[in-house]
Nanobody, 129 residues
Framework: QIQLQESGGGSVQTGGFLTLSCVASEYSYNSGCMAWFRQEPGKEREGPAY????????YSVDSVRGRFTISQDYDKNTVYLRMNSLKRDDSAMYYC??????????????????????WGQGPQVTVSS
């Protein structure tokens, strides 16, 4: 079972930036999918960004596209989420997730939290004015 360890959360003012990191203890999914999800209290978990490990293809949802960038260091089993121009609506717990996937199409198509088998504990991101 993969263990995911996130870091980099914290508090920032609107317009600021943060970078989250997620290290996988081991990775048996050479062609797998990793993602960042976020969840506010009382709301469903949603996935802002996804990356397909083999090749590094990425996908992000409309609400963060152009502001958030997901990337990876493949050899270090580490995925990053660079968040620029942060808004108060971006405040949430952010979770790293991983699963096996045969293609980028699969990674992008099956985006629900239920599709992912490994989860980190989640750093809090708080954006204030």
């Amino acid at each position: 079972q993969i263990q995911l360890q996130e870091s980099g959360g914290g508090s920032v003012q609107t317009g600021g930036f943060l970078t989250l990191s997620c290290v996988a203890s081991e990775y048996s999914y050479n062609s797998g999918c990793m993602a960042w999800f976020r969840q506010e209290p009382g709301k469903e978990r949603e996935g802002p960004a996804y990356i397909y490990r083999a090749g590094g293809d990425t996908y992000s949802v409309d609400s963060v596209r152009g502001r958030f960038t997901i990337s990876q260091d493949y050899d270090k089993n580490t995925v990053y989420l660079r968040m620029n121009s942060l808004k108060r609506d971006d405040s949430a717990m952010y979770y790293c997730a991983a699963r096996g996937a045969p293609s980028f199409w699969d990674c992008r198509t099956y985006q629900t939290p239920e599709s992912f088998s490994a989860w980190g504990q989640g750093p809090q991101v708080t954006v204030s004015s």
